[in-house]
């Protein structure tokens, strides 16, 4: 029965994600099992298919060689226009927009909404205020931080299989 539980997971990887459930079933049932003899393929089958995802995931990430991201907002006003070509611009690293409130906001809203790896916020000198947006590493920096989890959780997973 276990086999048919596990083998039921493994084949629904939308309702049993990899880190929320498959990988802590793991942890559990390695130290439920210790030390326990017995048939034990369901719980084989179901860590090696977490060692398989995890070699898989747990590539090194390469540092960006310029700062051209590969974002963009689904906006065709001259403002997102121009944001987007900022994006993907390899070179600038800041970018303002004196404009009125409104457009500011818009952009501030589009940014947030698509998850830009910007910081922005609003220079209050002169007329129109300055939206500025400085380019940041955010989701670089994310990639590495999952990179050291899966690189974790690979070396854990390694030590229950003795590989």
């Given amino acids: 029965m276990a086999d048919q539980v596990i083998s039921h997971a493994l084949s629904l990887p939308?309702?049993?994600?990899?880190y929320g459930v498959l990988i802590p079933a793991v942890?559990?049932?390695?130290?439920?099992?210790?030390?326990?003899?017995?048939?034990?393929?369901?719980?084989?089958?179901?860590?090696?298919?977490?060692?398989?995802?995890l070699v898989a995931l747990a590539q090194p990430i390469p540092v960006p060689k310029d700062w051209a991201l590969d974002q963009q907002v689904n906006c065709s006003c001259t403002y997102c226009e121009r944001l987007n070509r900022f994006l993907k611009d390899k070179d600038a690293q800041v970018c303002r927009f004196a404009v009125r409130k409104e457009l500011r906001?818009?952009?501030?809203?589009?940014?947030?909404?698509?998850h830009c790896d910007l910081n922005h916020e609003t220079e209050r000198v002169g007329r129109p205020y300055t939206l500025v947006c400085t380019k940041n590493r955010k989701s670089y920096q994310q990639k590495v931080r999952q990179f050291e989890v899966d690189t974790q959780l690979l070396a854990q997973l390694r030590s229950y299989s003795g590989n």
């Fill in 14 to 18: 939308k309702l049993y994600p990899l």
């Fill in 27 to 53: 942890q559990s049932l390695a130290a439920k099992l210790e030390g326990r003899p017995g048939n034990l393929t369901g719980y084989r089958a179901l860590l090696d298919f977490c060692l398989e995802q």
């Fill in 105 to 114: 906001r818009h952009l501030h809203n589009k940014i947030d909404t698509y």
